[in-house]
Each structure stands twice: as C-alpha cells, then as structure tokens.
C-alpha cells in the first residue's frame, strides 16, 4: 500500500507568480483535501475534492484552485502569489467524505514566497 | 462557525507523570473531534477519534459536550510521547471539512 506522496518538497517563487502544487493520493482512496499550514499554526482547510469534483471549501480566495483526476491525484493551483501565502501545504487523502473518517496527510511542500 | 482551541503551546511533564492535552471546540452541530499527532520528522498521523471510544498508546479522549471539551489523557507520560499534537473537529455535512486547533507541543522530561 503506497501513503500519500507530494511534490515538489521545497518551493521559492516570487510575489505575482503562480504555482502548482501535487499530490498522489494513497491507494484506494477517492478523497482529496488540502491545508495550508502556516509557522506555528494549525492545518488550515483550503477545499476537498472527491470524484474530481471540488466538494467543499474553507475561506480561501479563488485564486486558490484546484484539480482532481481520475486516478485520484491532486493539484494544489495558485495564482498572483502574495508574501502570506508563504507556508506549508499539506494534502490529505482518505475513502470517502463522511466526517469520522480518517485523513492521511503527506509529507508536505513547503513554499516560500520572496 | 467551528472553532478548536487548545490553550497550551507547550505542555513540558516528567517521564511516568500524567499528561492531560487540553482542547475545547465550538460547533452548532454534531461534532467528529479527532487527535493527531506529528512526530519528530514525521508526517501528522491521527492518533484517535473519539467516535472509536479506543485507546491508543495509552492515550484517551472523552468527548464532553456539556463542556465542550475533547481533553488528552495519559496516565503515565513516556518519552516517546513527545511529540505536536492537535484537536480537530470534523463537519459531517457533505464534505468532511476539518478545522484544526493550534497545536500543543508535548515535551516529556526523562
């Protein structure tokens, strides 16, 4: 069984650019969500996919997008960065969107923006 | 709005000590509260929910809604224990949105 893996580890862009951020969801699950992990805050929910279909968003802006295929990956799509989006993002993939069922978070990719 | 709040940053406790992680949330609904946790150069794993009424590592959780708490307990803190640890709650409407507390380091003290 294969976990959640993303790339790329590391990021540096600068203000204005725009970013692509992926995820391979562990086998067997149909659920992406992703999280913006700021230094020294908690995991904040950005939105979730299942079955390709964006299924729910937190409050983050629409440059924040995103994509989900059929074999269940994921892409994290920022636009016009700004300096605050500087932080880790985490994505998650789990079977289905009941609200007890477990997450499985990846390793993180960590961008920074100059 | 959900919120979770976990009001300590660092909670530093000696080996075989107990260890209790604070957490309160505010929900209108039916919450799933979660504890995970992350590990030094590890990925955040949960570590129970409270749906499963199970212990794990020696670790409880009792949801108290009168309270409004999800507290961590551990009658006797290992070393191995230390670790960061958050509170989640869980939307069940839909889409499983998760709202995350803050975090608590644990550091345990040999």
């Known amino acids: 069984e294969t976990g959640v893996t993303q790339s790329p580890t590391h990021l540096i862009k600068t203000r204005g650019q725009q970013v692509t951020l992926r995820c391979s969801s562990q086998?067997?699950?149909?659920?992406v969500s992703w999280y913006q992990q700021a230094l020294g805050q908690g995991p904040q929910f950005i939105f979730q996919?299942?079955?390709?279909?964006?299924?729910g968003r937190g409050n983050f802006p629409p440059r924040f997008s995103g994509l989900q295929f059929p074999n269940y990956s994921s892409e994290l799509n920022v636009n016009a960065l700004e300096l605050d989006d500087s932080a880790l993002y985490l994505c998650?993939?789990?079977?289905?969107?009941?609200?007890?069922?477990?997450?499985?978070f990846g390793p993180g990719t960590r961008l920074t923006v100059l | 709005a959900q919120r979770v709040t976990q009001p300590e940053k660092l909670l530093s406790v000696f080996k075989g000590a107990p260890v209790e992680l604070k957490c309160n949330y505010s929900?209108?609904?039916?919450?799933?509260l979660f504890w995970y946790v992350q590990y030094s150069r590890q990925r955040l794993q949960l570590l129970l929910r409270?749906?499963s009424r199970e212990s794990i590592k020696g670790f409880t959780a009792d949801l108290n809604k009168g309270e409004t708490s999800f507290h961590l307990k551990k009658p006797f803190a290992q070393e191995e224990d230390s670790a960061m640890y958050y509170c989640?709650?869980?939307?069940?409407?839909?889409?499983?949105?998760?709202?995350f507390g803050t975090g608590t380091k644990l550091q345990v003290i040999p």
């Open positions: 998650a993939s789990s079977y289905g969107t009941g609200g007890s069922n477990e997450q499985f």
């Open positions: 086998s067997g699950h149909n659920t």
């Open positions: 996919y299942y079955r390709e279909e964006e299924n």
């Open positions: 929900y209108s609904g039916s919450p799933e």
């Open positions: 409270h749906i």
């Open positions: 989640a709650l869980s939307y069940s409407g839909g889409y499983q949105k998760v709202t």
